[in-house]
T-cell receptor, first 114, second 112 residues
Framework: AQSVTQPDIHITVSEGASLELRCNYS??????LFWYVQSPGQGLQLLLK??????LVQGIKGFEAEFKRSQSSFNLRKPSVHWSDAAEYFC????????????FGGGTRVLVKP | EAQVTQNPRYLITVTGKKLTVTCSQN?????MSWYRQDPGLGLRQIYY???????DKGDVPEGYKVSRKEKRNFPLILESPSPNQTSLYFC???????????FGSGTRLTVV
């Protein structure tokens, strides 16, 4: 069965500093991997996705993520954080079974200090 | 604008009173799914649909029903809601696994 672990529940970062969110997954085949962001009171917005090809993927809002098969990781990064990046971030692995089921990690809440 | 629309956004109801949360997508997606989000438990799949008239249970289907009579609509039905169904619900649609899902804005349901 697929699973996703986000080791950090909370991260606090200063505005302008870099951000890295960790994600480790367990899946039997080549995974489809996603990062979503959820702002307070909002739905989930897709930041970026990986399913094949270049292991460094670019997303919206200046985010990027790197797929490392050897480490079963898909970490999210942003070089310079803005106050508007304060939100909860979810890593997810997708499968073709169960209606394209997404299995989510527990989420990482990002707080941005002025 | 491509989107998934859920209604209502907020709902407070009493135990046992049947309710329906509607979901509609305008992207002609084959796949649709319902998730619930709970503190400490994350997002869990309730039901999914792979096409019209094709639905199946997800991880937490007890107490819920769905139907897919048209491609664009995928309502979630709670025939006899109970307090443990108090949660934040998301409907989502997808064209294929590698694209992930587009989510609606959510429905916050409180059952008293």
């Amino acid at each position: 069965a697929q699973s996703v672990t986000q080791p950090d529940i909370h991260i606090t970062v200063s505005e302008g500093a870099s951000l890295e969110l960790r994600c480790n997954y367990s899946y039997g085949a080549t995974p489809y991997l996603f990062w979503y962001v959820q702002s307070p009171g909002q739905g989930l917005q897709l930041l970026l996705k990986y399913f094949s090809g270049d292991t460094l993927v670019q997303g919206i809002k200046g985010f990027e993520a790197e797929f490392k098969r050897s480490q079963s990781s898909f970490n999210l990064r942003k070089p310079s954080v803005h106050w508007s990046d304060a939100a909860e971030y979810f890593c997810a692995v997708g499968a073709t079974a169960a209606g394209n089921k997404l299995t989510f990690g527990g989420g990482t809440r990002v707080l941005v200090k002025p | 604008e491509a989107q998934v629309t859920q209604n209502p956004r907020y709902l407070i109801t009493v135990t046992g009173k049947k309710l329906t949360v509607t979901c509609s997508q305008n992207m002609n997606h084959e796949y649709m799914s319902w998730y619930r989000q709970d503190p400490g438990l994350g997002l869990r799949q309730i039901y999914y649909s792979m096409n019209v008239e094709v639905t199946d249970k997800g991880d937490v289907p007890e107490g819920y029903k769905v139907s897919r009579k048209e491609k664009r609509n995928f309502p979630l039905i709670l025939e006899s809601p109970s307090p443990n169904q108090t949660s934040l619900y998301f409907c989502a649609s997808s064209p294929a696994a590698r694209y992930g899902y587009t989510f609606g804005s959510g429905t916050r349901l409180t059952v008293v």
